[in-house]
């Protein structure tokens, strides 16, 4: 008896694998064609399934399932900075006042059950949005009745808004880099009584793809091209009759370490990131892998976003004191912490400005900005001193072409990014004791108060550039002979801590402007009426300091701007002189431009942007993305 | 004193008595000494980059410079990790940290335990009714979530140290629920009956009768304690909680998952914390092993035949 | 009918008092924690998008009162009891408008099939293997039990990560991530990939809960061959096999039992660390996601699910405890 048990369970045991063998399916939960399917990282897991209802308040992250399906007025593209065509082919039309926008729209588009989309979709889009305060997604409704007084149709492709007062931002609602207020199909939502609880599962849509199936767990989602791919605003756009693979799968397969593997299974064709190490084995493991650029750098280094060192303002008497903060950057080695600690991988940056074609063209290399930056003087104990250094990127360049690196743009400010400050631990010296700090025999500094001089830095290690800028900006303030604390965090943590002003100093990541160059929408909620002390969170009042900064000159600057049309040049230079005044007063040290190991494999399918061809950005999980994705083409196909 | 005392001649025979014990000792002798280790670090406990990155073991590198500015190469002998920093003195940081936690918890723990198990095993009525019931209460709650959640609401604001005191504090129902049976078939024994009748004071009779039964069963149950706690540093340390900064056998663990040891081949990184973690954990079991062995009346019985004659 | 009033209704009462306290004090810890799940929430739908800060005011309102957590604690206490006693376990807040008990609903039954597979064969090999280790001490027992008593303190993630990178990168032979084809139910195509997707975290766990499971079934039965009535039984000249199953095995069991009973009643909170490395959609993942968000609904809705769990097993341990063992009699 129990021998035979024994046995039992040894049988079983074996046959669970060798069940297997006979049927082995492959790794992907989906049964189409590879040659059909476009396999890509949904970077996380859906915790909503089979909800696609875009309109309504709900907290999950879910643009790039909103991209595929959806369809809004214009797009953001972060490579170019360019404004991309979606419903409508034109920029919006304003009167002279500002309190009244006219929108034109592409008349050949349809929806995927054959309807022609039309003004009257985007009126009933907009006043069931305002009257509705359930679809508030976004804070579409509460804006829209903020700012809009009547929407009317004028012809079939024409809407004019009327706007409750002067606003030269409205389109934004309507301009998505990362969301924006999507089309209704007014035939369909009109038939329908709550458009709160309503899913959307098998409407018709505006966008390229509809939802065909998708786990009950979240962790991926198939979406099937539409019969009618000529009539969605990408392909009209890109002019083609069909454009896009027929299906695209959004899977979620864990850490680093799993897309990797993925990858080389050939059951991942695309992911938006992973670390660096990652990466390597993924080109090791993977030949037709390639990141952006197919050599050194690799990485994508244009999304619109930036690495620095904040401060938290309402903590220590010391982080008010500008000569401090100086001090503190001057003592950085900014050629040592991009190569050493970040891989020479991400473009240099001196202010919170990503150093994207568009925006360093505006605010870096810009003939007003360079001449301010070279003979920018800070005063160190009563003496001028001229902290910026030019020659960091050639610097970069040099070490690249010692590791063997071949220059992956046409200079090395292209490839490496801005000048930055000098490293000058003298001049920081200087500065600190102007301000009665003492260093002792070791070299180690105290305060005026007679303590030692340190503080904790607040990072998270699931931001690899974040936390390896603290990592580098903690070993060099030590070796300054600052007593730091680096305090990796787990990422809820960190941004909990940061939430109520818990921090000393710490190292997140922002741009002050949007991919176009418009400062106002990011600043807006900077303006000091929104402060709320430490202790409390930081947007208690709607504000957006975590910083807890309060600076009046700033403050005017936002209120100038906000009556200014984007791409008026004059907005250009109040948001030049916004920068100017910030890094004046070192607010943040800035360090390096966003880069992403955003990731595709030339198994199944070619096409996709790279350095080689990089008409559009390749980050497909922006509202932008739909013009990658719209892009790929089958390998031999 | 009596109970120190008593815990020395147990430690003595058992040596004597059980091959377990006496590998499970030596074992974790050696553990303690590499913990020992860290104070003759050349390395400070929380830096990196002393050394060159991910460095294969045996390899020789640069560590530094010497007056006169020559480089100076030593062999390494674990390799170093993607932070730079020597596998073999980390490790020494690691166990010395890791032991700190969890002989914190164990300590706290199981003080908690043996005070609540001994009051409500000899006072019992109404105090040990509700007592048990608070007790019942917190062991039904599921400790790892709990752990996780507390963790990530004390945040940065979890030391070392104070990892294990909360360590401490979630371990202690299930043990004093252990101890209270025990003390309470202890009461039921004749020896103290004979005793309480001869006239001899409750508070003797706890010391001289019942603590040398109760103390090599705490040992054993010390045992399991470590095991525990350091199970769940490990797992906290795994999911991104507590002092990633300070080395433990957790966070090296974590350091060596963050920088993708396994994809990338650099097991160095990763198996000496394992081994650590193993070793210790072995050594105590195999402890452990030995004592279970010579608490059991029939060998104590032989034992105490034995050294008789 | 003294059954009755002296031995089960004091233990049921006990039990009702564990579940209460045991379930304010989960409602109670969450909130503690400095992460507001509405200011959570509120900053993933901020991350890249700029708002004006009225409307980001408007919107927290509108989290706060979605979410229920407007009001006092009291309130909310009072509102939770009554929600739960119509068995309502309140939105979650990560998922919002999904409600917990769906959530839970369709992660419970791949945590259970998991645990409850791995857990029960654990339990029957590890006893089996672990009695023979006791009666039959030799090379092969010993070179078992030393491979078993290494690998138990393996942390968790290390023997998982050790089978995954083994057996989906070196050979890329099992699946990723829980791939699970068909209509969920008895029909082949799930059940073949249910079995290939699941196997991966079920060794992990089956290894795991094997070797601690040998290594107390040997301790025990080490322990009881050396007591006097086997020793009487081998002088008195029983054959060996009848000696195993009517004393070794069978007095052994009782423990194994009990300790089975509370392991069943674990299961509830999921094996939140593999689930967690095998992607699998288990309670585990759920809970882990619920606490880095914020989402106490998720969190409360399956800790007092595990609380029910492991307080129902122990009071079924304790009733059934006379039945098994007759030497405690109810009292």
């Keep these: 008896m129990l021998r035979k048990s024994i046995f039992v369970v040894i049988a079983l045991l074996l046959l669970v694998p060798a069940l297997n063998v006979t049927a082995q399916p492959s790794g992907l939960p989906v049964d189409v064609p590879r040659e059909e399917l476009f396999v890509m990282d949904q970077i996380f897991r859906h915790p909503v399934v089979d909800n696609f209802n875009g309109w309504v308040n709900v907290p999950q992250v879910q643009p790039h399932r909103h991209a595929m399906i959806f369809e809004t007025l214009w797009y953001l593209d972060q490579e170019t900075g360019d404004i991309m065509p979606g419903a409508s082919g034109e920029p919006p039309v304003y009167n002279d006042e500002y309190t009244q926008m006219t929108v034109t729209l592409v008349d050949s588009l349809k929806w995927s059950d054959g309807e022609d989309f039309n003004a009257d979709d985007l009126v009933y889009t907009v006043e069931t949005m305002k009257a509705n305060s359930g679809l508030n997604a976004s804070g579409w409704n509460s804006q829209l009745n903020q700012f809009l007084d009547t929407v009317e149709k004028v012809d079939d492709y024409t809407v004019t808004f009327n706007l409750l007062s002067p606003n030269p931002r409205f389109h934004k609602l309507f301009q998505a880099r990362w969301n924006g207020i999507y089309m209704m199909p007014e035939h369909a939502f009109s038939q329908i009584d709550d458009l709160v609880a309503y899913t959307y599962e098998d409407g018709p849509v505006l966008g390229l793809y509809s939802p065909e199936d998708m786990d009950p767990n979240g962790y991926w989602t198939l979406f099937k091209r539409r019969e009618d791919p000529g009539n969605s605003a990408v392909c009209q756009y890109l002019m083609r009759e069909e454009c896009g693979p027929p299906y695209i799968l959004t899977i979620l397969y864990g850490d680093s370490t799993k897309k990797a593997i993925a990858m080389s299974r050939g059951e991942l064709d695309a992911f938006f990131n992973v670390d660096f190490e990652a990466f390597n084995s993924v080109l090791e493991t993977t030949p037709t892998a390639q990141s952006w650029f197919p050599d050194f750098p690799w990485a994508y280094p244009n999304e619109t976003s930036s690495r620095f060192i904040r401060f938290n303002f309402d903590t220590q008497p010391w982080t008010n004191n500008k000569d401090v903060r100086w001090a503190l950057a001057l003592a950085l080695d900014i050629v040592t912490l991009q190569t050493e600690y970040i891989g020479g991988v991400a473009k240099v940056v001196y202010m919170a400005i990503p150093y994207t074609p568009k925006l360093s063209e505006l605010y870096y290399n810009d003939e007003r900005m360079q001449t301010w930056v070279e003979n920018l003087e800070i005063d160190v104990a009563g003496e001028p001193y001229k902290p910026y250094d030019a020659t960091v990127a050639d610097r970069i360049a040099e070490w690249a072409d010692e590791q063997g690196y071949a220059m992956p743009g046409p200079d090395a400010a292209a490839s490496y990014g801005s000048g930055w400050w000098k490293f000058d631990p003298d001049t920081a010296a200087t500065l600190l004791e102007h301000n009665g700090y003492t260093r002792d025999d070791n070299g180690d500094w105290w305060t005026p108060e007679g303590e030692r001089f340190g503080f904790t830095l607040q990072a998270t290690p699931d931001e690899p550039d974040s936390f390896r800028t603290a990592n580098a900006a903690a070993d060099m303030w030590s070796d300054f002979g600052i007593d730091v604390e680096l305090q990796g965090l787990e990422r809820s943590v960190w941004s909990a801590n940061f939430n109520i002003g818990q921090f000393e100093v710490d190292s997140p990541w922002t741009s002050l402007v949007l991919p176009d160059g418009d400062g106002w929408p990011n600043l807006r909620g900077r303006h000091s009426r929104y402060y709320v002390p430490a202790g409390e969170h930081y947007n208690s009042l709607g504000g957006g300091v975590p910083e807890r900064l309060q600076d009046p000159v700033l403050d005017e600057l936002i209120d100038a701007m906000e009556s200014v049309h984007p791409e008026d040049p004059q907005n250009v230079t109040l948001m030049q002189e916004f920068l100017q005044h910030w890094v004046e007063n070192m607010y943040y040290i800035s360090t390096v431009s966003f880069k992403k190991f955003v990731t595709w494999n030339e198994l199944y399918w070619t096409g996709f942007p790279s350095s080689e061809n990089p008409a559009y950005m390749p980050l497909y999980w922006f509202q932008g993305g739909r013009f990658s994705l719209a892009g790929l083409e089958p390998v031999g196909g | 004193m009596a109970g120190i005392k008593g815990l020395f001649t147990t430690i003595r025979d058992l040596m004597k008595f059980s091959t377990a014990f006496r590998w499970g000792f030596i074992v974790l002798i050696l553990v303690v000494i590499l913990a020992g280790l860290s104070w003759f670090s050349p390395y400070e406990e929380d830096h990196r980059r002393d050394t060159p990155l991910s460095k294969p073991p045996l390899t020789e590198i640069s560590i530094g410079r010497d007056a006169d500015g020559e480089r100076i190469y030593s062999r390494t002998l674990l390799g170093t990790t993607s932070q730079g920093q020597d596998v073999f003195w980390q490790l020494t940081y690691a166990i010395r940290n890791t032991f700190i936690i969890a002989g914190t918890a164990v300590l706290i723990g199981r003080s908690i335990a043996v005070v609540l198990g001994m009051l409500t095993g000899y006072m019992g009525g109404v105090f040990d009714r509700i007592l048990s019931t608070i007790i019942d209460s917190l062991i039904v709650l599921p400790r790892l979530p709990l752990l996780i959640l507390i963790a990530s609401i004390l945040r940065s604001d979890l030391t070392t140290l104070g990892l294990g005191v909360m360590l401490g504090i979630m371990d202690w129902a299930h043990p004093s629920k252990r101890y209270r049976a025990q003390v309470l078939s202890l009461r039921e024994r004749e020896f103290t009956h004979t005793a309480v009748f001869s006239g001899m004071n409750p508070v003797k009779v706890v010391v001289r009768e019942h603590l040398p039964f109760l103390v090599p069963f705490l040992l054993a149950d010390v045992v399991s304690g470590f095991l525990w706690a350091i199970g769940m540093e490990v797992t906290l340390a795994y999911l991104g909680l507590g002092q990633l900064s300070v080395p433990s056998i957790g966070s090296m663990l974590y350091w060596g998952n963050y920088y993708s040891a396994l994809l990338v081949n650099q097991t160095w990184v990763i198996i000496p914390a394992v081994l650590a973690a193993t070793f210790t954990v072995v050594g105590f079991y195999m402890l452990s092993l030995g004592i279970t062995h010579y608490l059991d009346p029939r060998t104590r019985l032989t034992r105490l035949g034995v050294s008789e004659k | ?331």
Excluded: K
């Excluded at chain 3, 040998?214 to 050396?226: C, D, K, P, Q, W």
């Design chain 3, 1 to 331: 009918m003294t059954l009755l009033q002296q031995f089960i209704l004091p233990r049921l009462l006990q039990w009702f008092i564990v579940l209460i306290v045991g379930i304010t004090l989960i409602f109670l810890i969450p909130r503690m924690s400095p992460v507001n799940p509405v200011q959570d929430a509120l900053g993933r739908i901020l991350q890249n998008q700029a708002l004006a800060p009225e409307d980001v005011v408007q919107m927290r309102d509108q989290l706060t009162a979605n979410y229920g957590l407007d009001g006092s604690l009291f309130d909310q206490y009072i509102r939770f009891w009554t929600n739960l006693l119509d068995g309502d376990l309140g939105p979650s807040y990560g998922a919002y408008p999904t409600r917990v008990n769906d959530m839970i609903g369709r992660a419970l039954p791949y945590t259970v099939a998991l645990l409850t597979f791995t857990t029960a064969l654990g339990w029957i090999i590890g006893i089996i293997v672990g009695t023979l280790a006791a009666y039959y001490p030799g090379r092969v027992t010993n070179f078992v039990s030393g491979v078993l008593v290494v690998i138990y303190p393996v942390p968790y993630f290390i023997i998982a990560f050790i089978f995954l990178m083994a057996l989906t990168y070196y050979i890329p032979y099992f699946p990723l991530i829980g791939v699970f084809r068909g209509e969920p139910g008895f029909n082949s195509e799930f059940i073949t990939s249910y079995l290939h997707s699941t196997f991966l975290p079920a060794v992990t766990l089956l290894v795991s809960g094997l070797s601690f499971r040998f290594i107390m079934a040997r301790a025990l039965g080490t322990a009881e061959l050396s007591s006097d009535h086997v020793q009487y039984a081998t002088m008195a000249g029983l054959p060996d096999r009848r000696l195993m199953y009517s004393y070794v095995a069978r007095n052994t069991m009782l423990p194994q039992i009990t300790d089975l009973g509370l392991s069943m009643g674990t299961i509830f909170s999921g094996a939140l660390i593999t689930e967690a490395v095998f992607s699998y959609p288990g309670l585990g993942t759920l809970l882990l996601q619920g606490i880095y968000q914020a989402d106490y609904n998720v969190v409360m809705g399956i800790t007092i699910l595990s609380i029910i769990a492991i307080a129902t097993a122990s009071l079924i341990v304790d009733l059934c405890y006379p039945l098994l063992d007759p030497r405690v009699r109810y009292r």
